[in-house]
């Protein structure tokens, strides 16, 4: 059973415009959320966090809302660039001593110029 | 230097036999893990060694042996290898911090024939 899901396999987005990548989760033992970028033939690379006792958090770019009652959080990217073109990655980090993190599918994002 | 480096990078191999792949990483961190991405996409943790320690082993098949000699390495070495082995395993390393960002290593795709 996925507890972190990323329900939309891929988006397509003009250059300029706001990308919003959703992510929802069943647990509430979760205390950290993370996004993480993935370009083809690399590991993914850490993008943005959010702590569940925060419902938002920007920079730059990006911005991460966090909604606890609805178990739901999204990525916002304004304004998307090309080069933001990769999948990307929700994964949510279990309170507690090993702090594993549960990873979603990824969402593939494509930003065409 | 490439903070965290996994070799080799392709490991083409028949059924039945034993193979490794190593980890490095110059980051100083504390904490490694090997990560699975199997067909489907789905990053799956594997194990995690904190300072040479044992701290996840999820539920993988004891073929699989991880092996850190010290807290900069952490290898993992496969027995008896089956066709569904195959997949991309990502090394990473974390440092004990309050989000637990990860660093992967590039990947090692590794195909079962």
């Known amino acids: 059973d996925q507890q972190v899901k990323q329900n939309s396999p891929s988006l397509s987005v003009q250059e300029g415009r706001i990308s919003i990548l959703n992510c929802d989760y069943t647990?509430?033992?979760?205390?950290?959320f993370l996004w993480y970028k993935k370009y083809p033939a690399e590991g993914p690379t850490f993008l943005i966090s959010?702590?569940?006792i925060k419902d938002k958090n920007e920079d730059g770019r990006f911005t991460v809302f966090l909604n606890k009652s609805a178990k739901h959080l999204s990525l916002h990217i304004v304004p998307s660039q090309p080069g933001d073109s990769a999948v990307y990655f929700c994964a949510a980090r279990f309170a507690g001593n090993n702090r594993k993190l549960i990873w979603g599918l990824g969402t593939s994002l494509a930003v065409n110029p | 230097d490439t903070a965290v480096s996994q070799t080799p990078k392709y490991l083409v191999t028949q059924m039945g036999n034993d193979k490794s792949i190593k980890c490095e990483q110059n980051l100083g961190h504390d904490t490694m893990y090997w990560y699975k991405q199997d067909s489907k996409k789905f990053l799956k943790i594997m194990f995690s060694y904190n300072n040479k320690e044992l701290i996840i082993n999820e539920t993988v098949p004891n073929r699989f042996s991880p092996k850190s000699p010290d807290k900069a390495h952490l290898n993992l070495h496969i027995n008896s290898l089956e066709l569904g082995d195959s997949a991309v395993y990502f090394c990473?390393?974390?440092?004990?911090?309050?989000?637990?960002?990860?660093?992967f290593g590039e990947g090692s795709r590794l195909t079962v024939l």
């Open positions: 959010i702590s569940s």
């Open positions: 647990n509430s033992m979760f205390d950290y």
């Open positions: 990473a390393s974390s440092q004990d911090t309050l989000t637990g960002e990860l660093f």
